[in-house]
């Protein structure tokens, strides 16, 4: 099994530029979560979907942010357009219903600046 | 809500002694699951130990063992005979039951010194 599978790991944007970070998660699993992570607010639950659908979204942080899951196997972030104090790196895991209590699978997360 | 606190921003140990990380959480529900992750350098999130709240035995995986006190909601890390490879980001992570979200704390910065 690969994993859950971020593309890119690195990220330089403009400010005002649009990014999509983008998520494979491990074949078979139904959760997917996407997590931000700064120094300052440590990880934080952006969104998630359950059989690709967005189940609870209150953690993205305005409209610049968006997400979809046009299937099973793929899903993405945007944000457009995008800001300086959006530097962070933004994970994606990815879970089973069924063991969601045995913890989340994690992909190495994207790092994205903006400058 | 769910909180969950790491009071220690950094950490640091000889390398072959003994560590413990400390983690507290704050809670209404009453079955739920605590976890430690590890994020090395390389970025990946790594899950280390699990405890089922409603199991009163401590969960030990190999040189890592937690010392869950429910009562005082504690759960703390202890890494014995502690590698270089242990230098990393260690966060301690709370899940209710029913529920889909982890609740991170803000992570212990671990260095193993030669």
């Known amino acids: 099994d690969a994993g859950v599978i971020q593309s890119p790991r690195h990220e330089v944007t403009e400010m005002g530029q649009e990014v999509t970070l983008r998520c494979k998660p491990i074949?078979?699993?139904?959760?997917l979560f996407w997590y931000r992570q700064t120094m300052m607010r440590g990880l934080e639950l952006l969104i998630y979907?359950?059989?690709?659908?967005?189940?609870?979204d209150s953690g993205m942080p305005e409209d610049r942010f968006s997400a979809k899951m046009p299937n099973a196997s793929f899903s993405t972030l945007k944000i457009q357009p995008s800001e300086p104090r959006d530097s962070a790196v933004y994970f994606c895991?990815?879970?089973?219903?069924?063991?969601?209590?045995?913890?989340?699978?994690f992909g190495s997360g994207t790092r994205l600046t903006v400058v | 809500a769910q909180t969950v606190t790491q009071s220690q921003p950094e950490m640091s140990v000889q390398e072959a002694e003994t560590v413990t990380l400390s983690c507290t959480y704050d809670?209404?529900?009453?079955?739920?699951?605590l976890f430690w992750y590890k994020q090395p350098p390389s970025r990946q999130m790594i899950l280390v130990i699990r405890?089922?709240?409603?199991?009163?035995q401590n969960a030990t995986e190999n040189r890592f063992s937690v010392n869950f006190q429910k009562a005082a909601k504690s759960f703390s890390l202890k890494i014995s005979d502690s590698q270089l490879g242990d230098t990393a980001m260690y966060f301690c992570?709370?899940?209710?039951?029913?529920?889909?979200?982890?609740?991170f704390g803000t992570g212990t910065s671990l260095t193993v010194i030669p």
């Open positions: 895991a990815s879970s089973l219903s069924v063991n969601r209590n045995y913890g989340y699978t």
């Open positions: 074949s078979g699993h139904d959760y």
């Open positions: 979907f359950n059989n690709n659908v967005p189940i609870d």
């Open positions: 809670t209404s529900e009453s079955n739920y699951y």
């Open positions: 405890q089922e709240a409603y199991k009163q």
């Open positions: 992570a709370f899940k209710a039951d029913f529920g889909n979200q982890f609740y």
